[in-house]
């Protein structure tokens, strides 16, 4: 059985930064592609930002590239997103997730966090 639990959300002005953690429980952590996904309201659940199992590709979503961050450390069974420059837009609930297939194959994700909450004021 594999967990997932984010940390790290809140509130912070436009232009601040967030670091988000998601602490994956198990044995098996580096066999995991993971991913960072993100649903405002009213608005369907979208994929921020990926990262391969061993942290050497990432995947990032347009409206995140060159602002947020994907990184893992292997030896703490986590990954991280890095957000600067946030914008109120990035508003929303920031939920980790893993899968065993490719970082870009959104339907193969079998776990999830319970998600973290994120607010951009302006």
């Known amino acids: 059985q594999v967990q997932l639990v984010e940390s790290g959300g809140g509130l912070v002005q436009a232009g601040g930064s967030l670091r988000l953690s998601c602490a994956v429980s198990g044995r098996t952590f580096t066999t995991y592609v993971v991913a960072w996904f993100r649903q405002a309201p009213g608005k369907e659940r979208e994929f921020v930002a990926g990262i391969s199992q061993s942290g050497g590709r990432t995947v990032y979503t347009d409206s995140v590239k060159g602002r947020f961050t994907i990184s893992r450390d292997n030896a703490k069974n986590t990954v991280y997103l890095q957000m600067n420059s946030l914008k109120p837009e990035d508003t929303a609930v920031y939920y980790c997730?893993?899968?065993?297939?490719?970082?870009?194959?959104?339907?193969?994700?079998?776990?999830w966090g319970q998600g973290t909450q994120v607010t951009v004021s302006s």
């Open positions: 997730a893993a899968g065993v297939r490719g970082i870009t194959d959104t339907s193969a994700y079998n776990y």
